[in-house]
């Protein structure tokens, strides 16, 4: 009995080390070879790995990995919970905020379609289409002008200083309005049931109401001669019932024009089946294109008033006729201020004969140029995760010794500057803005344009 004792030992120490890798390979070994699906959005809307995929608030999943698509869009990466997968298609993504006051605090919704609807392979991806970001509360601020903004932060202000000491008053007036909010609250869960047709109705309501009440006294002279155009035609007897004979004639020849029109409906199929791919990509497009039109209305119509205005000499068409011809400008000798002058186009033909060699001499700089103009007029770019600041090289007082920073004495600070910067180029070729390429092809001396070619950019 003594000696079976120690193998007993060893044998339940091996039995717990066994379970032990088994519980470690369940765990830290389960994750591999799970389904994910990657959703395209306009921008990532600071999302972060590890944020959560929920349905209908429950959570099936996280983000794995954010990349960007050579489009310029937000490549999202997301691992789905077994219980969840496949997605099907016609499925849509969300981009959610779990409260206005934090930052990264957002989250990946989906809407599921029925279950019938193809699934999504393993690394397949949610387009565009489907896919909608987050708004962010300061976007929406922005949208207000300066005084709208001032004038909100005034009403905030004044709300807490109204309140200031009365949330006990305030909470037991609030307790008397619970039947009045319970019954409000069934009343709009019945109204909101169908929001789109609500808001349409709304909406068509509002614009009836609108064009009726600018129109009424349009509207009160069309019922006026509504009534003498009805006695007008009910003394035409004779002609509208020989109009309502010719009729038949007329409607068997429009049925040859129907069906000749249905086969042209029928040779634009293939056009309209073409279209498809970009309609979808025009839908973003036209969303954005919407509000600028709304915006440009003013706009266009003060553009018709300068253009074209009732009255005598007080638009652009009449200032465009009072202009002398543009023949006697450009092309003929014109007597001016007691001498003959030479028409427009010759004067500027000269002028450009006398500039070519000047011309000639600085056109091999024109990309240098515009790189110095790009660089002036660019303060940031943006991509689809957001904004990215340009970066500059700036001289310091500090350098990087033993692994500490450390200032640099004022005696030294000139040579150390001068160490790494290259002066007194006064003169540089063509192309010397960028660093030199490999195969030789910049700076450039071309012929005749006398130029340093060792005057370049310091470093690599």
């Not at 006398?450 to 310091?458: A, E, H, I």
Request: aromatic content about 6%.
């Amino acid at each position: 009995m003594r000696a079976t004792a120690p193998i007993a030992r060893i044998i339940a120490l091996l039995a717990i080390v066994a379970a032990a890798i088994l519980a470690a390979l369940l765990l830290l070994g389960g994750g591999g070879g799970g389904y994910a699906v990657k959703a395209r959005f306009q921008n990532a809307s600071q999302l972060v790995k590890g944020n959560l995929v929920q349905v209908s608030g429950q959570s099936v999943g996280k983000v794995e990995n954010i990349d960007l698509t050579p489009d310029g869009q937000a490549e999202i990466t997301m691992s789905i919970d077994e219980d969840y997968a496949p997605l099907r298609r016609g499925t849509r993504a969300i981009v959610r905020q779990a409260s206005l006051s934090g930052i990264a605090n957002r989250y990946v919704d989906l809407t599921m379609p029925a279950q019938s609807a193809p699934r999504i392979p393993d690394g397949g991806v949610i387009e565009q289409d489907a896919t909608t970001s987050a708004v962010d509360l300061d976007q929406v601020f922005n949208t207000f002008d300066p005084q709208t903004r001032k004038d909100l932060q005034r009403v905030f202000k004044g709300s807490a200083k109204q309140y200031k000491g009365q949330g006990q008053a305030m909470n037991e007036g609030l307790l008397y309005l619970n039947p009045s909010l319970s019954a409000s609250s069934k009343l709009f869960q019945e109204l909101n049931r169908d929001t789109p047709l609500l808001e349409r109705f709304v909406v068509a309501s509002s614009k009836l109401v609108t064009d009726v009440a600018d129109r009424r006294d349009d509207l009160a002279g069309l019922v006026d001669h509504l009534a003498t155009t009805t006695t007008a035609i009910g003394s035409e007897q004779a002609a509208l019932a020989d109009a309502i004979g010719q009729l038949p004639p007329f409607m068997r020849r429009a049925n040859t024009t129907f069906l000749n029109l249905r086969a042209a409906l029928d040779d634009l199929d293939p056009l309209v089946e073409d279209s498809k791919p970009v309609a979808k990509k025009l839908r973003p497009f036209m969303a954005e294109l919407r509000p600028l039109a709304r915006d440009a209305r003013p706009t266009f119509r003060d553009l018709a008033e300068v253009l074209r205005r009732p009255g005598a000499d007080n638009d652009a068409l009449e200032l465009t006729n009072l202009q002398p011809a543009l023949r006697d400008a450009t092309v003929r000798e014109v007597e001016s201020n007691g001498a003959k002058r030479e028409g427009a186009f010759q004067a500027v033909t000269r002028s450009v004969r006398d500039y070519a060699p000047i011309i000639a001499a600085v056109r091999p700089y024109a990309p240098d140029a515009l790189g110095w103009f790009d660089d002036f007029s660019h303060s940031g770019i943006y991509d689809a995760l957001g904004a990215a600041s340009r970066v500059g090289i700036h001289a310091s007082a500090f350098t990087a010794a033993n692994g500490q920073l450390s200032p640099v004495p004022p005696e030294l600070r000139s040579a150390a500057f001068e160490s790494g910067a290259a002066l007194n180029q006064r003169n540089r070729c063509p192309g010397a803005a960028e660093h030199p390429n490999e195969d030789g092809s910049n700076p450039w001396q071309p012929a005749g344009v006398d130029c340093d070619p060792s005057q370049v950019l310091p470093g690599k």
